[in-house]
């Protein structure tokens, strides 16, 4: 029995760690509508991660190739998951950095203006190219640490539910404080830089970003309750 669920659990954990990313993305994305179009947002944009991530299960032998070689520069070897990582890397980084830009540098007399206007199907589709990196990331991560096929199943269809649950109080909290949101959109940017140097055969370790922004999540905390006191 151990021998299932140590697996299971380990793929669990660490595929909700690798979830983190996606909901943050979503939650910013989501603030943009209209309240009666959050959760719904929210709904479509995880599902459609739950219906990738299946969808690829479902191809494990095409995913596996895409860590072969296509083709190379000079020394610099490009595969198919690094092409996607790159593309992912360089399009978070843009949304991220335009997003602080935004929330820091636009002044109500500098003429400039957030835009106000923002439809269901823009946003989605965003998700969307996102998901795709994730999943990709997600998948060939799973295909590393187990072999059976069920488990990596199960642990998606778990990961993804904590993700549907979790989804909404994350948004509602980085929407309440908007130090957080520009906490997560820096976040949201070293995943970025993280996916575009792994995608160039750099390997940054993801648990020093994830202890980097816990201990600067700490400090906006007690910052926090020490402006309230």
């Not at 335009?98 to 500098?110: A, G, P, R």
């Not at 096929?149 to 778990?158: D, E, K, P, R, S």
Request: charged share 15%; hydrophobic share 55%.
């Amino acid at each position: 029995m151990s021998e299932v669920i140590i697996p299971l659990v380990s793929l669990i954990v660490l595929e909700v760690i690798l979830g983190i990313d996606n909901i943050i993305f979503i939650s910013i994305l989501a603030d943009k509508l209209p309240e009666n179009q959050r959760n719904r947002l929210r709904f479509w944009g995880i599902s459609l991660a739950l219906v990738m991530r299946l969808a690829l299960l479902a191809v494990i032998s095409w995913i596996l190739k895409l860590d072969h070689t296509l083709f190379s520069i000079g020394e610099l070897a490009f595969s198919g998951k690094g092409l996607i990582l790159i593309a992912g890397g360089l399009f978070l980084i843009y949304k991220s950095t335009k997003e602080i830009y935004y929330k820091t540098e636009l002044h109500k007399d500098s003429g400039l203006h957030m835009p106000k206007e923002y439809s269901f199907g823009k946003l989605l589709s965003e998700i969307i190219i996102l998901d795709l990196v994730f999943s990709v990331d997600s998948i060939i991560t799973a295909v590393g640490m187990v072999q059976e096929l069920w488990i990596m199943y199960t642990a998606v269809i778990v990961t993804v539910a904590i993700m549907l649950v979790a989804s909404k109080p994350i948004s509602e909290f980085i929407r309440k404080h908007p130090s957080f949101k520009i906490l997560a959109l820096c976040f949201l940017m070293m995943i970025g830089v993280a996916l575009l140097a792994e995608g160039f055969h750099v390997e940054i370790p993801k648990g020093y970003i994830y202890f980097s922004m816990a201990f600067a999540f700490l400090v906006d905390i007690i910052q926090m309750k020490t402006i309230k006191k």
